[in-house]
Nanobody
Framework: QVQLVESGGGSVQAGGSLRLSCAAS????????TAWFRQAPGKEREGVAT?????????YYADSVKGRFTISQDNAENTVYLQMNRLKPEDTAMYYC???????????????????WGQGTQVTVSS
């Protein structure tokens, strides 16, 4: 069982930055995927970024955030971060941290089911 707790959301003006944190506890193992998803009212959930614990640099970003968001991890602290720069009003959403074991066929793709979810943290970007 894995527990995830997000923090770091808030309100910011367009062009600003926020850093989200996802602290994990429980049995994550050494080959794990952690992802950030977001969902805005009336829109489908979107996989924003993923990271694989087993290999440094193995990350994925949605096209909508490439070049602006950076996912990283501190394995000693069991924490994954999402640094969000040059924020836009369309980035406004509830952001969720999720985790699952790495799967050979799907890697850390956000398209494959994530088992564990945090409670979410709200990000609001005003124009």
């Amino acid at each position: 069982q894995v527990q995830l707790v997000e923090s770091g959301g808030g309100s910011v003006q367009a062009g600003g930055s926020l850093r989200l944190s996802c602290a994990a506890s429980g049995n994550t193992g050494s080959h794990y995927c952690t992802a950030w998803f977001r969902q805005a009212p009336g829109k489908e959930r979107e996989g924003v970024a993923t990271i694989y614990t087993g290999r440094v640099g193995n990350t994925y970003y949605a096209d909508s955030v490439k070049g602006r968001f950076t996912i990283s991890q501190d394995n000693a602290e069991n924490t994954v971060y999402l640094q969000m720069n040059r924020l836009k009003p369309e980035d406004t959403a509830m952001y969720y941290c999720a985790a699952r074991p790495w799967v050979l066929r799907y890697g850390c793709s956000p398209e494959y089911n994530y088992n564990y979810w945090g409670q979410g943290t709200q990000v609001t970007v005003s124009s």
